[in-house]
């Protein structure tokens, strides 16, 4: 009898006990002993010309080793990075720490290196810098307002970053089209907020000299490249470490100064040093995310059918790029999402404005195409009279189709051919699951008994690309006592990756779970890799752990049949041991291999290195509906009921991918109706922390209804597509929809930016009655 | 500014005594961390709001962030580490009945915030240990969690507790 | 988020507190639950060279009907043991209903009532508690006698008028009563909250979530919804906060009033 596999299986996670017994070693919890600590001096002003800056009464307070300013800094020192320009880019990089001129109220201006993190904030607070204010520009309208001042001079513009699509004729279609649909989409600013905020730390390895970095980073590899790049120094001289995170959801997959200056404060003063935000500091200093105006038009026959599409975002990136520019456009050019939608244009530009810099977030740039385009659905099923989910299925590419090439390309974004799945059927079983057959009644019934309050349901359906290239390595050895050691590029940030990859181990080599350790993000023993992100770890990682074993299984039955002194023919594998196929004697174990090897002097042959290329992305896909109430009275909008029908391939973990969409949702949740990162007219930030930031809570979790599909990714052995983001990707726009179908497709939800709040929902409503009262119809 | 000079702390955390000398200044959470060892303490905002440094001083859930040092002078603190103390005997692995619901119920992702709601939700269970569900959200209101979206941990502490129907 | 230097005294009597807060001024602070305090310092934003904690004087936590028949509240009370006080809960279930409501369980556990109403924050729920139920103020100050301070009066100064011992609530008035709030998210600071006690002459309302409570004389004589509606907009003419919800605030406080005096009534009934 075979042992049963652990892949697809609801397998307990291997990283709760260290976690639940508060032994996760956390970045906070690996800072040496004797490390000097850095508190960053940050501008209080969202745009204006230092001065002067005068630190020498700060220099000799208690327990100050240095203070460093960009003046200070190493000549040549480079800037941020930014992955992804193409050649019509203007350079707005974001520099280690401002020299001359400030672009957002929380960016660096200098560095102070103490004792202890009170002394490091004593020095700091007395740091005195003389600026001259400009006008600060905080939004992307006012950024292209030809009376607004440029924040980078010289380049005469604060356009920065364009990219077009263009598939078929749109104009021809909307020439003949019976209905034209626009829609503004006003998305506000948003943050990740993991729970653990940013930290690292610098330290010089002893002997070598070689730097070590340890961060919380999502993407320690490219870390090191651009840190050899930024430095000046053979990549070979650094080192980079990501311990497990608290949470990243994108926060993380970005470059930081800080990253920067720990290491070259730890090299000059040659003690570590250590850095780690507060929350106050985070909600200025980490990257932000969504803030986007998109303008969408769509052609529709009379008979529904969507003909084309015309799209354009405007992205607010504040005050430089973070470290991926493309976000906004990579997902308005996936705006037709799982929508047929044969003729296609879409613009995406970006705009630098006097705020922290746009990073991605949980969906990068879909969860607001999916807003626009499921708005647009909603507005022309009205103007037909088309019932919502009917004008949906009508559209959605039929599951004969796939796989489907939009014709969507340009430098650095993934081919978009939709590979794998059944659109309606997913979209069939959400119906069923939020009860829409039923929901009319429901309805009435409700809002009979509560006369201020009326119930609404939403409908969105979301791709995304997923399972991301090019490539992911792994290694895998056996260790002397027999157990199997992986070691993957990727971050542990609560995805439970340690969990998925020791299943997908544990079964290609036919071994105990237990029998596996993972390790993980250390580039000492894998340089080179892209990081965790895109929803890529379970499928592209746990891909590359089922190469690796196979390759280890290749090794080590060649290894077994060299010792036992056998044709290799006469020898195979099975259930972790060499056997003869004869069947003749005792299978050899691993730990007897191991043990025989090392006798042997060959114990280094019981390893492989492998990198699995990723031959194209992966498309999950999911169909989402939300039911919630508003109270007309209070404008206060509660989430009854969510469900969910995903399909991210095969299923690794069940229990882990379930964790992934409930999670992805209420995020979703949070970034609707609660959550705004918000600035005064000065631009200073308002958001102080989690008071001026409401996060969902346990109060706030809908009931929820989740299903799966699982059809299997042709572009991975394990079928598997992404999940991580999901969740996210589909719920502004159900949530949108919901609150639309309860108050009135009329009311203009996302004509301006901001979360749905109490305060938005009453002033919209005021707003009609007031229009209304005078005579205007709705 | 001089002259504030040091207080001498001296507790018991998790059944081990410490004592030190620190500036009044000095956090709980802060010297709980630094001068204990107890890394079970996260810090999470450092203003209350998120619970992830939440402690059991003499018994009751302190938020750890928002005591000084010297207030817990003479106390006895126990952290997730210390669980037991709290909850029911522990497993082989040193897990205790809460810890082995969460796990059961996919209760934490990057467990950041899960020490601070297990001391908690223990002496919360503790004072009530037949819970409604209303009840449970309303305990856990003052803790945030950002990965799970808070539904596996209302079915965490029903399992742990046994409790009863809204 | 480090708090500047200070010095730390721990008294053990009352006298030793005045001795060390002389003249008050924002050199000291009086540390009680902290739970506002503790932030402030770490944010920096109060730098006092002194903190006196006051948290180890015997007896300063007591919560006692003294007398008179009023409830009296020590200064070291913790939040969540005044919200489940058989006392409280039985002849001042308002202080409790809007206690449920204030921070989170472990917040209430540390935080005072005193503390809480000195400090007076953005969304102070018990600020409108102690308006509507004409609490007092137990104020010491050194070289004089305690003194009584009116809700009204002590809610505009705060904890700078001295030594604040306790907090004491007038006997009970036996009727329905409420306290409802609207926040950003459900759990989340108090945006607007109404509190609202029946008695012999009728209800007595008053609103929190602007810069300070307010009690809302003129709509505690409303009969309708449309007068409540114009009463509304008289108490709180011109009232308004640091924040951006003012005028979510003026324009759901009918609704909200009205809420709560529906609550109110259906528990006189």
Redesign the interface.
Same mark, same amino acid.
């Given at each position: 009898m075979t042992r049963p596999l652990r892949f697809g299986t609801r397998t /307990? !996670?291997r990283?709760?006990? *260290? =976690?639940?017994? $508060?032994? $996760?070693k956390?970045l @906070? *919890?690996l800072i040496p002993q004797g490390a000097l600590w850095l508190t960053v001096v940050r501008s209080t002003d969202a745009h204006a010309i230092i001065l002067g800056l005068d630190a020498e009464a700060a220099k000799a307070m208690p327990g100050v080793a240095a203070i460093v300013t960009a003046a200070d800094l190493p000549a040549g020192l480079g800037h941020l990075p930014c992955v992804d320009l193409i050649d019509t880019s203007l350079p707005v990089f974001h520099p280690v720490l401002a020299g001359e001129r400030i672009r957002y109220a929380g960016q660096p201006i200098a560095a102070v290196v103490a004792s202890t /993190?009170?002394q490091a904030? *004593?020095a700091a &607070?007395a740091v005195i810098v003389a600026t001259r204010k400009l006008a600060p520009v905080l939004s992307a309208a006012d950024a292209l307002r030809p009376e607004s001042p440029w924040l980078y001079p010289e380049l005469g513009t604060n356009a920065v970053h364009v990219t077009r699509q263009l598939v078929g004729d749109p104009d021809a279609a909307f020439s003949v089209a019976a209905l034209v649909v626009e829609e503004t989409v006003a998305v506000h600013r948003v943050g990740?907020?993991?729970?653990?905020?940013r930290g690292c730390f610098g330290e010089v390895e002893p002997g070598s000299g070689r730097l070590v970095l340890t961060s919380t980073t999502q993407i320690p590899q490219s870390v090191r490249a651009h840190l050899a790049e930024i430095l000046t120094r053979p990549a070979e001289s650094i080192l980079v470490r990501a311990p497990?995170?608290?949470?990243g959801?994108g926060l993380k997959e970005a470059m930081y100064p800080e990253e920067v200056l720990v290491l070259l404060l730890a090299e000059r003063l040659g003690r570590p040093v250590a850095f =780690?935000e507060? !929350? !106050?500091?985070h909600f200025r200093s980490a990257v932000q995310a969504r803030e986007e105006t998109i303008r969408i038009r769509a052609a529709f026959a009379v008979d529904g059918t969507a003909t084309a599409v015309d799209v354009a975002c405007l992205a607010d990136i504040g005050g430089a790029y973070g470290l991926v520019a493309n976000a906004p456009g990579a997902a308005i050019a996936n705006a037709r999402g799982g929508y047929v939608m044969p003729n296609f244009r879409s613009v995406a530009t970006s705009v630098v404005t006097n705020k922290p810099p746009l990073n991605v977030y949980r969906g990068a740039g879909h969860p607001q195409a999916v807003l626009a385009m499921e708005r647009v659905m909603d507005k022309a099923a009205t103007a037909l009279g088309i019932d919502r989910a009917a004008i949906r299925r009508h559209n959605l590419i039929p599951a004969w189709m796939l796989p489907l090439d939009r014709g969507i390309s340009y430098s650095g974004l993934p081919r978009q051919i939709l590979d794998s799945g059944d659109y309606v059927h997913a979209f069939d079983m959400t119906l069923e699951a939020i009860g829409y057959a039923a929901f009319p009644a429901r309805k009435a019934a409700f809002e009979a008994a509560h006369p201020r309050r009326k119930l609404g349901l939403g409908l969105s359906f979301m791709v995304e690309m997923t399972a991301v290239g090019p490539d992911e390595p792994a290694e895998i050895e056996v260790l002397p006592d027999g157990r199997v050691r992986l070691h993957a590029a990727l971050t542990a940030? %609560? #995805? $439970?990756i340690e969990t998925v990859l020791g299943q997908v181990v544990a079964d290609t080599l036919g071994i105990d779970l237990d029998a596996v350790e993972i390790s993980l993000a250390d580039t000492d023993r894998i340089p080179f890799a892209v990081g965790t992100y895109a929803s890529r770890g379970g499928a592209v990682g746990g891909s590359a752990a089922a190469k690796a074993g196979k390759a280890l299984i290749e090794v080590a039955t060649d290894l077994g049949a060299d010792l036992l002194g056998v044709d290799r023919s006469a020898v195979e594998w099975s259930e972790g041991a060499i056997v003869r196929r004869d069947g003749t004697n005792e299978p050899l174990p691993l730990v007897e291999l191991a043990r025989l090897a090392a006798s042997a002097g060959r114990a280094d042959a019981l390893r492989a290195s492998v990198r699995f290329a990723v031959p194209d992305t992966s498309f999950a896909y999911g169909a989402h509906a939300a039911i919630v109430e508003v109270d007309t %009275? +209070? %404008?206060?909008v509660t989430v009854l009921d969510y469900a969910v029908t995903h399909d991210c391939g095969r299923l690794g973990n069940p229990?882990?991918v *379930? $964790?992934q969409i409930?999670?992805g949702? +209420? #995020?979703g949740i949070g970034a609707t =109706?609660?959550e705004e990162i @918000?600035f005064d007219a000065a631009g200073r930030p308002l958001t #102080? %922390?989690?008071?001026d930031y /409401?996060?969902?809570? &346990? @109060? +706030?979790?809908p009931r929820?209804h989740l299903l799966h599909l699982e059809t299997p990714s042709p572009h991975n052995p394990l079928g598997m597509k992404g999940a991580g983001e999901a969740g996210f990707t589909g719920t502004p726009a159900a949530i949108t929809n919901a609150v639309a179908d309860a108050l009135g497709q009329d009311l203009p939800l996302t004509r301006d930016p901001g979360p749905l709040? /109490?305060?938005r929902i009453? &002033?919209l409503l !005021?707003e009609r009655e007031v229009a209304q009262a005078a005579g205007f119809s709705a | 500014m001089t002259g504030v000079g040091t207080n001498r702390v001296a507790i018991i955390v998790d059944g081990r005594a410490v004592a030190a000398d620190v500036e009044p200044r000095t956090l709980l959470a802060d010297f709980l961390r630094d001068t204990c060892g107890a890394v079970a303490v996260h810090i999470g905002c450092g203003e209350g709001t998120c619970g992830a440094c939440t402690v059991a001083l003499d018994g009751i859930a302190v938020r750890s962030c928002l005591m000084l040092a010297v207030q817990a002078d003479g106390g006895t603190i126990v952290t997730a580490a210390g669980l037991a103390a709290l909850d029911g005997p522990p497993d082989a692995q040193n897990l205790t009945p809460l810890q082995l619901a969460f796990r059961a119920h996919h209760a934490l992702q990057c467990g950041f915030c899960t020490p601070g709601i297990l001391v908690a939700t223990a002496l919360f269970l503790r004072a009530n240990p037949h819970p409604t569900r209303a009840e449970i959200v309303d305990h856990l209101s003052g803790h945030l969690c950002r990965c799970t979206g808070n539904v596996p941990i209302i079915a965490a502490i029903e399992a742990a507790a046994g409790a009863t129907a809204p | 988020m480090k708090p500047a230097p200070f010095a730390y005294e721990r008294p053990s009597d009352v006298a030793g507190v005045l001795a060390l807060l002389g003249d008050g001024g924002p050199q000291k602070a009086i540390l009680a639950g902290g739970q506002s305090l503790v932030l402030a310092l770490a944010r920096r934003a109060r730098t006092p060279e002194l903190v006196i904690d006051i948290n180890r004087i015997a007896g300063l936590d007591a919560i006692t009907v003294d007398g008179e028949g009023c409830l009296v509240i020590g200064a070291t009370a913790r939040l969540e043991e005044v919200r489940v006080h058989p006392a409280v809960r039985s002849g001042w279930p308002l202080i409790a209903e809007a206690l449920g409501l204030v921070a989170n369980p472990v917040v209430r556990r540390r935080g005072t009532l005193v503390g809480n109403l000195s400090n007076n924050g953005p969304g102070c729920e018990m600020a409108a508690v102690a308006l509507v139920l004409d609490a007092e103020f137990v104020v010491e100050r050194l070289g004089s006698d305690p003194s009584r301070v009116p809700s009204a009066i002590f809610l505009t100064l705060g904890g700078t008028v001295g030594f604040v011992t306790a907090v004491r609530f007038p006997p009970p008035s036996p009727g329905g009563f409420a306290f409802v709030e609207l926040s950003r998210r459900p759990q989340h600071v108090c945006t607007l909250g109404a509190a609202v006690q029946l008695g012999p002459a009728g209800p007595v309302i008053a609103l929190a979530g602007f810069a300070t409570a307010i009690r809302c004389t003129a709509a505690e004589h409303a009969s309708t919804p449309e007068a409540l509606r114009a009463a509304l907009a008289a108490d709180l003419a011109g009232a308004g906060s640091a924040d951006t919800l003012d005028e979510y605030r003026h324009d759901v406080a009918a609704v909200l009033v009205g809420d709560a005096l529906a609550v109110a009534r259906s528990r006189a009934a």
């Amino acid at each position: 009898m075979t042992r049963p596999l652990r892949f697809g299986t609801r397998t /307990p !996670r291997r990283e709760d006990p *260290d =976690l639940l017994r $508060g032994e $996760g070693k956390f970045l @906070a *919890d690996l800072i040496p002993q004797g490390a000097l600590w850095l508190t960053v001096v940050r501008s209080t002003d969202a745009h204006a010309i230092i001065l002067g800056l005068d630190a020498e009464a700060a220099k000799a307070m208690p327990g100050v080793a240095a203070i460093v300013t960009a003046a200070d800094l190493p000549a040549g020192l480079g800037h941020l990075p930014c992955v992804d320009l193409i050649d019509t880019s203007l350079p707005v990089f974001h520099p280690v720490l401002a020299g001359e001129r400030i672009r957002y109220a929380g960016q660096p201006i200098a560095a102070v290196v103490a004792s202890t /993190p009170a002394q490091a904030e *004593d020095a700091a &607070a007395a740091v005195i810098v003389a600026t001259r204010k400009l006008a600060p520009v905080l939004s992307a309208a006012d950024a292209l307002r030809p009376e607004s001042p440029w924040l980078y001079p010289e380049l005469g513009t604060n356009a920065v970053h364009v990219t077009r699509q263009l598939v078929g004729d749109p104009d021809a279609a909307f020439s003949v089209a019976a209905l034209v649909v626009e829609e503004t989409v006003a998305v506000h600013r948003v943050g990740a907020a993991p729970m653990e905020m940013r930290g690292c730390f610098g330290e010089v390895e002893p002997g070598s000299g070689r730097l070590v970095l340890t961060s919380t980073t999502q993407i320690p590899q490219s870390v090191r490249a651009h840190l050899a790049e930024i430095l000046t120094r053979p990549a070979e001289s650094i080192l980079v470490r990501a311990p497990r995170l608290g949470g990243g959801f994108g926060l993380k997959e970005a470059m930081y100064p800080e990253e920067v200056l720990v290491l070259l404060l730890a090299e000059r003063l040659g003690r570590p040093v250590a850095f =780690l935000e507060d !929350r !106050r500091e985070h909600f200025r200093s980490a990257v932000q995310a969504r803030e986007e105006t998109i303008r969408i038009r769509a052609a529709f026959a009379v008979d529904g059918t969507a003909t084309a599409v015309d799209v354009a975002c405007l992205a607010d990136i504040g005050g430089a790029y973070g470290l991926v520019a493309n976000a906004p456009g990579a997902a308005i050019a996936n705006a037709r999402g799982g929508y047929v939608m044969p003729n296609f244009r879409s613009v995406a530009t970006s705009v630098v404005t006097n705020k922290p810099p746009l990073n991605v977030y949980r969906g990068a740039g879909h969860p607001q195409a999916v807003l626009a385009m499921e708005r647009v659905m909603d507005k022309a099923a009205t103007a037909l009279g088309i019932d919502r989910a009917a004008i949906r299925r009508h559209n959605l590419i039929p599951a004969w189709m796939l796989p489907l090439d939009r014709g969507i390309s340009y430098s650095g974004l993934p081919r978009q051919i939709l590979d794998s799945g059944d659109y309606v059927h997913a979209f069939d079983m959400t119906l069923e699951a939020i009860g829409y057959a039923a929901f009319p009644a429901r309805k009435a019934a409700f809002e009979a008994a509560h006369p201020r309050r009326k119930l609404g349901l939403g409908l969105s359906f979301m791709v995304e690309m997923t399972a991301v290239g090019p490539d992911e390595p792994a290694e895998i050895e056996v260790l002397p006592d027999g157990r199997v050691r992986l070691h993957a590029a990727l971050t542990a940030m %609560g #995805q $439970g990756i340690e969990t998925v990859l020791g299943q997908v181990v544990a079964d290609t080599l036919g071994i105990d779970l237990d029998a596996v350790e993972i390790s993980l993000a250390d580039t000492d023993r894998i340089p080179f890799a892209v990081g965790t992100y895109a929803s890529r770890g379970g499928a592209v990682g746990g891909s590359a752990a089922a190469k690796a074993g196979k390759a280890l299984i290749e090794v080590a039955t060649d290894l077994g049949a060299d010792l036992l002194g056998v044709d290799r023919s006469a020898v195979e594998w099975s259930e972790g041991a060499i056997v003869r196929r004869d069947g003749t004697n005792e299978p050899l174990p691993l730990v007897e291999l191991a043990r025989l090897a090392a006798s042997a002097g060959r114990a280094d042959a019981l390893r492989a290195s492998v990198r699995f290329a990723v031959p194209d992305t992966s498309f999950a896909y999911g169909a989402h509906a939300a039911i919630v109430e508003v109270d007309t %009275g +209070t %404008g206060v909008v509660t989430v009854l009921d969510y469900a969910v029908t995903h399909d991210c391939g095969r299923l690794g973990n069940p229990m882990i991918v *379930d $964790g992934q969409i409930v999670g992805g949702v +209420t #995020q979703g949740i949070g970034a609707t =109706l609660y959550e705004e990162i @918000a600035f005064d007219a000065a631009g200073r930030p308002l958001t #102080q %922390g989690f008071f001026d930031y /409401p996060i969902p809570v &346990a @109060a +706030t979790a809908p009931r929820f209804h989740l299903l799966h599909l699982e059809t299997p990714s042709p572009h991975n052995p394990l079928g598997m597509k992404g999940a991580g983001e999901a969740g996210f990707t589909g719920t502004p726009a159900a949530i949108t929809n919901a609150v639309a179908d309860a108050l009135g497709q009329d009311l203009p939800l996302t004509r301006d930016p901001g979360p749905l709040s /109490p305060a938005r929902i009453r &002033a919209l409503l !005021r707003e009609r009655e007031v229009a209304q009262a005078a005579g205007f119809s709705a | 500014m001089t002259g504030v000079g040091t207080n001498r702390v001296a507790i018991i955390v998790d059944g081990r005594a410490v004592a030190a000398d620190v500036e009044p200044r000095t956090l709980l959470a802060d010297f709980l961390r630094d001068t204990c060892g107890a890394v079970a303490v996260h810090i999470g905002c450092g203003e209350g709001t998120c619970g992830a440094c939440t402690v059991a001083l003499d018994g009751i859930a302190v938020r750890s962030c928002l005591m000084l040092a010297v207030q817990a002078d003479g106390g006895t603190i126990v952290t997730a580490a210390g669980l037991a103390a709290l909850d029911g005997p522990p497993d082989a692995q040193n897990l205790t009945p809460l810890q082995l619901a969460f796990r059961a119920h996919h209760a934490l992702q990057c467990g950041f915030c899960t020490p601070g709601i297990l001391v908690a939700t223990a002496l919360f269970l503790r004072a009530n240990p037949h819970p409604t569900r209303a009840e449970i959200v309303d305990h856990l209101s003052g803790h945030l969690c950002r990965c799970t979206g808070n539904v596996p941990i209302i079915a965490a502490i029903e399992a742990a507790a046994g409790a009863t129907a809204p | 988020m480090k708090p500047a230097p200070f010095a730390y005294e721990r008294p053990s009597d009352v006298a030793g507190v005045l001795a060390l807060l002389g003249d008050g001024g924002p050199q000291k602070a009086i540390l009680a639950g902290g739970q506002s305090l503790v932030l402030a310092l770490a944010r920096r934003a109060r730098t006092p060279e002194l903190v006196i904690d006051i948290n180890r004087i015997a007896g300063l936590d007591a919560i006692t009907v003294d007398g008179e028949g009023c409830l009296v509240i020590g200064a070291t009370a913790r939040l969540e043991e005044v919200r489940v006080h058989p006392a409280v809960r039985s002849g001042w279930p308002l202080i409790a209903e809007a206690l449920g409501l204030v921070a989170n369980p472990v917040v209430r556990r540390r935080g005072t009532l005193v503390g809480n109403l000195s400090n007076n924050g953005p969304g102070c729920e018990m600020a409108a508690v102690a308006l509507v139920l004409d609490a007092e103020f137990v104020v010491e100050r050194l070289g004089s006698d305690p003194s009584r301070v009116p809700s009204a009066i002590f809610l505009t100064l705060g904890g700078t008028v001295g030594f604040v011992t306790a907090v004491r609530f007038p006997p009970p008035s036996p009727g329905g009563f409420a306290f409802v709030e609207l926040s950003r998210r459900p759990q989340h600071v108090c945006t607007l909250g109404a509190a609202v006690q029946l008695g012999p002459a009728g209800p007595v309302i008053a609103l929190a979530g602007f810069a300070t409570a307010i009690r809302c004389t003129a709509a505690e004589h409303a009969s309708t919804p449309e007068a409540l509606r114009a009463a509304l907009a008289a108490d709180l003419a011109g009232a308004g906060s640091a924040d951006t919800l003012d005028e979510y605030r003026h324009d759901v406080a009918a609704v909200l009033v009205g809420d709560a005096l529906a609550v109110a009534r259906s528990r006189a009934a």
